[in-house]
C-alpha cells in the first residue's frame, strides 16, 4: 500500500496555456495530477490581449502555482503567417484548401516547447503539457504525435541528465467535440477560453477558429458560453 | 560538366553567430558556399553589449545578406545559469569539475535553434550553421552530435514539408587549436571575436572561456589578436 502524505512534495507540470479551448482542457488535465506553472507566449499575434486577458483569467481559476509570460515576438517580427502579418487577411472559408494553412506560424510549436522547457527545467517540473491535436488540425505539421516524439528525443538528449521532463498532449486523438466533452466532464473554465483569431473585443465567429470551435460546441450537444459579434 | 552562371539564385545559410570565436570560424566556412544570414541572440548573458558590437563587426566582414538580432531574454529571467545570474560568479578554475558546468543555459540550443529555423524557413535559406563543438565542452549536453541529430528530425516533421533546411556542425570534432587553425586558414576575423563571459570592456583572461581560448590560441602557435585585462 502506497501512502501519500499531507508533506509529500507537490508535483509541478507547466502547461502552455495560450488562453485558448484546447490549453485551457489540457490544463485541467494537468491539474487533476500536478500544481500547474502555466506558460503564456507573445508571439505577435493579433489576439494578444484577449489570450492573455484569458490566460490570466484560467490562471487564476486553476490556482496555478507560478505562470510566466514570455515574449517571443520575433516570430512576428520574423512573419511568414496571417496570424501575425497585418497585411495577410485570416481565412473565414469553412472548408479550409489542403495543404499548410496560411495560420501556420514557422515553427512555432518547437519555439513554444524550447521556452517551456527550459522553464520546467530550472523549476524541477516533471510534466510539461500541451493542448496539440491533430484531427481538425491535420495541416500543422508541429501538431502530429510523430514531432511530439522527435521533440522528446531532443528534450532526452539536450537537457540536463537529472532532467526527466515528459512531454503531455492529452487531446492530441480529440476532435474540437471531443475536447468540449472533455472539458466539460473535468470543469475547465470553458468560457473564460479565447479561440479567435482576430483581435476584436468579442469573437468574431467566422475566423477558422471561430468556426472549428462553434462546430465543436455544436457536436457536443452544448452552447458555447462566450459572446460572440452579432 | 556543370556551369554556374552568374544569375544562378545564390544559396544562404542561416548562421547562429555569437559574436564570439566558433560561431566566427562556422561562418568563415559557410560563407564558402553560401551568402550569409546572421542571427545573434539576447538571452540576458553578461557580456550581451560586447557579442552584440562583435557580432555587427562580423557580419559587416562577412556582407552578411541578412542579419537578426532576436530578444531571448526570457532565458534570463528563468535564470539557471552563471552567464544569467549575476548573484552566482562566472568560474574562472582551469579545470571545471565534472558533470554539467555552471555556464550551462537550461535548453539554450534548442531555443537558439528554434528561433534560427523560424527564420530560415520564412527566407527560404538551405542551411542553418552553429559553431557547437563538443570537445572541450563535454559537460554541455546541447553541443553532442546526437543532440544535433534529434534536433533534425524534429525540424524534418516539424516544419513545411518544402523546407528542406540542413543543421551543419562543421565544428563539432575540433577541438580549440582546431578551430583557431581552421579559422586562419580560411581568413576568418578572429580578430573581431568575443569570448568573455564577464560583461567587461576587455577581456579578462580568467573566465573559463577565455582559458579556453588562450589555450587554443597557444596550441595552434599564435598569438590571439584580441586585447585583454593587464
Known amino acids: 500500500m502506497t501512502l501519500k502524505t499531507k508533506n509529500q512534495k507537490p508535483k509541478t507540470a507547466v502547461v ?3 488562453g485558448g479551448l484546447d490549453s485551457c482542457v489540457a490544463a ?10 502555466m506558460f503564456h507566449a507573445n508571439y505577435g499575434q493579433r489576439s494578444l490581449e484577449q489570450e492573455l486577458e484569458a490566460f490570466r483569467a484560467q490562471a487564476a481559476f486553476f490556482q496555478a502555482a507560478a ?11 520574423i512573419g511568414g503567417s496571417c496570424l501575425t502579418d497585418l497585411d495577410q487577411t485570416v481565412p473565414t ?5 489542403p495543404g499548410i494553412p496560411s495560420t501556420y506560424v ?7 516547447l524550447a521556452a517551456a522547457v527550459a522553464w520546467a527545467e530550472v523549476l524541477g517540473a516533471e510534466a510539461v503539457f500541451i493542448g496539440a491535436n491533430v484531427l481538425d488540425n491535420p495541416g500543422y505539421p508541429d501538431c502530429r504525435p510523430e514531432y511530439f516524439e522527435a521533440f522528446s528525443r531532443v528534450l532526452e538528449l539536450g ?12 487531446l492530441i486523438h480529440l476532435d474540437k467535440a471531443g475536447i468540449v466533452r472533455l472539458g466539460l466532464k473535468l470543469g475547465a473554465p470553458l468560457g473564460l477560453s479565447w479561440s479567435c483569431y482576430q483581435g476584436d473585443l468579442r469573437a468574431c465567429g ?6 472549428l470551435r ?3 460546441f455544436a457536436a457536443a450537444g452544448v452552447p458555447d458560453p462566450i459572446p460572440y459579434q452579432p
Request: overall charge neutral; charged content about 25%.
Open 16 to 18: 502552455l496555456a495560450s
Open 28 to 37: 485541467a488535465v494537468a491539474r487533476r495530477e500536478f500544481d500547474l506553472a
Open 67 to 77: 505562470t510566466l509570460e514570455v515574449d517571443l515576438n520575433y516570430l512576428g517580427v
Open 93 to 97: 472559408g469553412e472548408v479550409e484548401p
Open 106 to 112: 514557422p515553427f512555432r510549436n518547437t519555439n513554444l
Open 159 to 170: 537537457a540536463r541528465p537529472e532532467t526527466h521532463l515528459v512531454i503531455h498532449t492529452p
Open 206 to 211: 467566422r475566423c477558422s477558429s471561430c468556426r
Open 214 to 216: 462553434l462546430k465543436g
